[in-house]
């Protein structure tokens, strides 16, 4: 599978970070987003994700669908 990856130092979410770099990104079919540091993380539902600096993994991994177009993948 033709991947990249991206990581900064520190950034506020790795979820944030992939979906505002979705409509950027070319080639690749699997990105993965990571960083030692996050200040706004997020869980699953409305939970916080709090962690220590490079104490934890810290990433979030968008897989490009060619089957089905972006704008009705996350509707």
Do not use: C
């Not at 991206?6 to 979410?13: G, P, R």
């Not at 992939?18 to 080639?27: I, R, V």
């Not at 991994?61 to 009705?72: S, T, Y």
């Amino acid at each position: 599978m033709n991947k990249e990856i991206h990581f900064t130092e520190s950034l506020d979410s790795t979820n944030k970070e992939a979906m505002h770099k979705m409509q950027q990104l070319d080639g690749g079919l699997m990105h993965v987003f990571y960083t030692h540091h996050q200040t706004a993380g997020r869980g699953q539902g409305d939970h916080i994700w709090e962690a220590e600096k490079a104490e934890n993994v810290l990433m979030s991994i968008l897989l490009k669908n060619q089957l089905i177009p972006l704008e009705h993948q996350f509707g």
